[in-house]
């Protein structure tokens, strides 16, 4: 594929991470937003990623994810150290407590936009600070769809920035309690009427276990998660649910209320494949045919 | 219509309730289990309700609930007081502390089944002591498809006199703690194939404001809670529930897996009127004109 193909680009953290569950203890994982949205959406379409890592990052790591087609021309080298992150679940694999954080050459991260992405029309701003999201938006001239995802964080110490840059995107993606924090109500109906008047045309609120809401002025829909036998490792879900969901409307080329509402439901479907693993262990091991096969499952599920 | 021909009882606790919300302070409403499930199956099949009261309970509250066609000749009038309730909701209207429970002559319950409803097909055994879910199913002969609720409280200290009446019903419905409870499991779907091991053909685990999954032998199905606008009180949310889903199936007459699917999407419906008012108040405005229309944006919400 030329370089000036591609439909979507990503900008997202790329993290070192040691997770610790019930039952497993795990040390540098190749972590962060941006490998498992990128990876998540190339079952879909390829994606460039726009990063920073350090002069640590391992040489593996980079070819692991290359393995899934990503475009890592976007991502910068400097010279320091990769963000780590550590965190250790409760034993419902909900729940978990953050033991270290260390943003590393993340803290200096100015993202910069490699030329063959400018015209891609599809863009996932992932959770990174709301200046550097209106940053890099400023330089993606050639975008159409725009999704961007937030955090907490930015809504307590930056919430003018991320209100500009909101304004910007077409879609907007919180869980419910950042949803609350944003819009100042509590009912999820008035919150996404809220956030809908900011600017985004479509709104989703995720639920983690419990799926995810659609809003917007066409009216509601709602996806389930799909119920996982086993979760080995949460971390990352909400990145491959976001990259899937973009890696399918950029696949589709263009964005209907049906558009949307299937790539929920492959999201669902492929952020449920991720959990069964660490890192990217288990998208390593998937194909489009177990992807279809759990969408299958998915339907049944759903329709009366 | 004649008694014979009623489809549907219900046992459950009836009560007199003082409920806080975080804008209202309300005092003596009609509460407990069984109004809340009677009243919500009417607009399907008339149900025949099978409690007790005690010589305080108004006779406004008996006058209120009949207009619902509620068959009341199974309700026990025993002197001293009637089971009463206090309750305080956190401002998410989802936690809730109990302040006041006061059996009276609920704590010496011991249900009777009135001759006329022996040969209804639909049974609903409301969350009462496991002891005497047994004691009147056996009176039921009639009885072609039974369900039951029940809570933490006999898990933990009846668990296996709940397990002995659980081998015997149809249907069993828990929330997702008490599903964990009872199969000693976590995850969801290992949590419902133990509980289907347990007897019963269908297990329904509810989720409150996300809703319920219907779990068989035949497969799952995901069923979201209808998100509502304003919640006044969610007091009786889960009861109304059930007593939709076995109203509806009573109405059907017969159990398969679309009528159980299309049950589950009705009980949100009608579970989503009710908790917009305190008490029965909103069921009183309530017409199968208006559910069918909220039907009809439920299945557009789930449809792709």
Chains 1, 2 share one sequence.
Request: charged share 25%; net charge positive.
């Amino acid at each position: 594929m030329k370089k000036n193909d591609m439909k979507l680009w990503i900008v997202g953290s790329i993290g070192i991470d040691d997770i610790k569950t019930r039952t497993e203890d795990r040390k540098d994982l190749l972590g962060g937003s941006l490998p498992f949205c990128t990876a998540a959406a190339s079952f879909f379409t390829q994606a460039g990623a726009v990063g920073i890592v350090g002069s640590d990052f391992p040489e593996s790591f980079a070819a692991r994810w290359g393995k899934f087609g990503t475009d890592l021309s976007g991502v910068q080298h400097a010279a320091g150290k990769t963000f780590r992150w550590a965190g250790a679940y409760d034993e419902n694999m909900i729940e978990r407590e953050t033991l270290k954080t260390e943003l590393g050459v993340f803290a200096d991260f100015k993202p910069k936009l490699p030329a063959a992405y400018k015209q891609a029309p599809f863009v996932l701003l992932g959770n990174i600070q709301p200046e550097l999201q209106m940053h890099v938006l400023r330089q993606a001239k050639g975008a159409k769809f725009v999704a961007l995802d937030t955090m907490n964080l930015w809504i307590d110490i930056a919430k003018p920035a991320l209100v500009k840059v909101i304004k910007k995107v077409d879609l907007l993606t919180v869980n419910d309690g950042e949803a609350r924090m944003l819009s100042g109500k509590w009912n999820m109906r008035e919150c996404a009427d809220e956030l809908l008047k900011m600017g985004p045309s479509y709104v989703i609120i995720k639920r983690g276990e419990h799926g995810a809401i659609l809003f917007s002025k066409k009216g509601i829909f709602v996806a389930p998660a799909f119920p996982v036998e086993k979760v080995v490792d949460p971390t990352g879900a909400g990145d491959s649910y976001a990259g899937t969901f973009m890696g399918y409307l950029a696949k589709r080329g263009r964005v209907s209320e049906k558009a949307l509402r299937e790539a929920l439901l492959y999201a669902s479907v492929v952020a449920s494949f991720g959990v069964e693993g660490f890192s990217l262990e288990c998208f390593e091991k998937l194909t489009i045919a177990k992807i279809e096969r759990r969408m299958k499952q998915m339907r049944k599920m759903i329709s009366v």
